[in-house]
Every structure is written in structure tokens, then in C-alpha cells.
């Protein structure tokens, strides 16, 4: 998506959120079990019940700071 500046990620959830909301994810990479926590805001949101099934959900953008952020997920 071409607005979301510095990465991002989809993160599935139920929770209510709203555009602009500041978050705080928590990312557990797989290989190493190394746990990072990663601070960004909310983009766009994937309602229940979205067209064609889509997983709802919400765009995380991460925060400036986290410019090894994409690097280290990647």
C-alpha cells in the first residue's frame, strides 16, 4: 500500500480500533524465539464481515523509530 510509510504488517484481530490509534505489537520471530516489540499506529481497517471473507483486521504502521524494524522482520 503505497501510503504506509516505514513498513507495516496486517494484524488480525477482533479488537476495536480506529484510524490513527496508537499501538503496540508484540513480534515473536520463529526461527529464534527473539521477541520484539514493535510501536505504530493503526491505517486501515478490515471490518467483520468484509467483502469476499477477508480476515478482519487491522494496518499497522510502524513508528519512524523503527527504521530496523522491516529489516528484522524481513
Do not use: H, Y
Not at 480506529?18 to 478490515?46: A, C, H, N, Q
Amino acid at each position: 500500500m503505497p501510503f504506509v510509510e516505514n513498513g507495516g504488517f496486517f494484524l488480525p484481530t477482533t479488537r476495536e480500533c480506529r484510524i490513527g490509534d496508537p499501538v503496540l505489537v508484540m513480534i515473536k520471530r520463529g526461527e529464534t524465539g527473539e521477541s520484539l516489540g514493535v510501536p505504530g499506529k493503526v491505517v486501515w481497517i478490515t471490518p467483520s464481515g468484509a467483502e469476499r471473507n477477508r480476515v478482519q483486521g487491522v494496518g499497522v504502521q510502524f513508528d519512524k523509530k523503527c527504521g530496523q524494524v522491516r529489516d528484522w522482520i524481513e
